[in-house]
């Protein structure tokens, strides 16, 4: 690998392709990281739902392989700096997966929680207050995942908007699937417990989506420099003008 | 800056002690934005139990603060990267601080929507329910987060596991907190909207100490290259004795 190091032209064209090569791999392996979270998201909510213990123990058993993506693919973002020493934005870029890892990690271990309230709850729960907006809104965050994934791929300012946007409208699923909850305990003090178990459920898919969320204002930071946290709709919808993505 | 790219003995110590000192600003830029998110909890907890408005208000400010402070840190280690090219260890102790400071930025959140219940509830909140198991966990999770920074700082493998097993302690406060909520609930199903509001924060105080163990996690990876996540105490404790710091 020495002479990769050496000045020429050729060399740096050289250098510039294996970089090219190494990082494409570290996005495929990011992906693969969210498409496996993706997976246990589904697994772990139709466990919830179905009370299937065998699906809800694969769902937390797969949160051991994405901790163990997790620390791969930062040992491959170390390992691209150290050898190909990158400019600065994609220094910034790598240092930028490094902190999305960990999004996708804790992404894990909220599925994981949902297929643990699974397991918990096939005894005791005979009756799914929220079902069908604990499953909008399961399949909504999933759709934010990936759409956030595809948009770190293509770093595209454009696409991260829309998942921070697509953010506020889960709200509504989570907003509707309490009010029900909520009516539940009400109406009969003695279905706490397992209104409280789909309670937890439905807030761990909600911070999914926030951390959803979080992996596209990664995006619009590195790319433009903003800092969207905390915008409001409407300056968000002002940055998808300026974007020239189409 | 040049003359520090040259390969003299004398230039390189010169360019190892401009690394320390960059490095040590940056543990301090990030042990200051711990105190600031210490600072907020305290804020956040004093306000829920005292329903002392403006002290919310101060606390929910804070966030700002805390959000810029990571992106500060965050381009610190992009540019000492960059310019001092560090060794395969510091590398990834530099990656790691990129790491810890959204685990930080996190907490700001959490402290936040602590803060922000107590300005939903001063209005309607006269009893509080768990108000001493509420303010021991705030001490609790505080005091986590400070020697996870101070462990941080001395990249000590014996603090970072105290702070993870410390963490299994903060439950006791949380499921004591937890059931006097929900008795509350049962015995007068009017008051669950206040109940639930302090659910909220007892959850959140819980999710920092979450936090300030993952914050120790990265400690023992970075240092021993074990991933220690889902350990259990006895694996845990064994850290302990194998550990070279007193």
């Given at each position: 690998m020495m002479e990769e190091?050496?000045?020429?032209?050729?060399?740096?064209?050289?250098?510039?392709?294996?970089?090219?090569?190494?990082?494409?791999?570290?996005?495929?392996?990011?992906?693969?990281?969210?498409?496996?979270?993706?997976?246990?998201?589904?697994?772990?909510?139709?466990?919830?739902?179905?009370?299937?213990?065998?699906?809800?123990?694969?769902?937390?058993?797969?949160?051991?392989?994405?901790?163990?993506?997790?620390?791969?693919?930062?040992?491959?973002?170390?390992?691209?700096?150290?050898?190909?020493?990158?400019?600065?934005?994609?220094?910034?870029?790598?240092?930028?997966?490094?902190?999305?890892?960990?999004?996708?990690?804790?992404?894990?271990?909220?599925?994981?929680?949902?297929?643990?309230?699974?397991?918990?709850?096939?005894?005791?729960?005979?009756?799914?207050?929220?079902?069908?907006?604990?499953?909008?809104?399961?399949?909504?965050?999933?759709?934010?995942?990936?759409?956030?994934?595809?948009?770190?791929?293509?770093?595209?300012?454009?696409?991260?908007?829309?998942?921070?946007?697509?953010?506020?409208?889960?709200?509504?699923?989570?907003?509707?699937?309490?009010?029900?909850?909520?009516?539940?305990?009400?109406?009969?003090?003695?279905?706490?417990?397992?209104?409280?178990?789909?309670?937890?459920?439905?807030?761990?898919?909600?911070?999914?989506?926030?951390?959803?969320?979080?992996?596209?204002?990664?995006?619009?930071?590195?790319?433009?420099?903003?800092?969207?946290?905390?915008?409001?709709?409407?300056?968000l919808l002002n940055l998808?003008?300026?974007?020239?993505?189409?």
């Amino acid at each position: 690998m020495m002479e990769e190091k050496s000045g020429s032209l050729g060399a740096r064209q050289h250098i510039s392709t294996r970089f090219a090569e190494e990082l494409e791999a570290i996005k495929n392996s990011l992906l693969e990281m969210g498409g496996k979270t993706e997976s246990q998201i589904r697994l772990a909510t139709e466990a919830l739902l179905s009370g299937a213990g065998d699906t809800a123990e694969e769902a937390v058993q797969m949160d051991r392989d994405i901790n163990q993506m997790e620390v791969e693919i930062d040992d491959q973002c170390a390992r691209i700096i150290a050898r190909r020493q990158p400019a600065a934005f994609d220094l910034r870029l790598i240092i930028s997966i490094a902190k999305v890892t960990t999004d996708l990690e804790r992404i894990g271990d909220e599925a994981s929680k949902v297929a643990q309230m699974a397991l918990k709850s096939t005894v005791r729960l005979p009756v799914r207050v929220a079902e069908n907006h604990t499953t909008a809104l399961a399949t909504h965050v999933s759709n934010m995942l990936r759409r956030a994934l595809d948009a770190f791929a293509r770093l595209s300012v454009d696409a991260a908007v829309r998942v921070m946007l697509a953010n506020k409208d889960s709200m509504e699923d989570y907003d509707a699937g309490m009010q029900l909850l909520e009516a539940a305990i009400r109406d009969n003090p003695a279905t706490l417990k397992s209104c409280m178990d789909q309670i937890w459920a439905l807030r761990s898919l909600d911070r999914i989506g926030d951390h959803a969320s979080n992996i596209a204002e990664q995006i619009v930071y590195l790319v433009t420099g903003s800092d969207v946290r905390h915008m409001d709709e409407a300056t968000l919808l002002n940055l998808l003008d300026v974007s020239t993505d189409s």
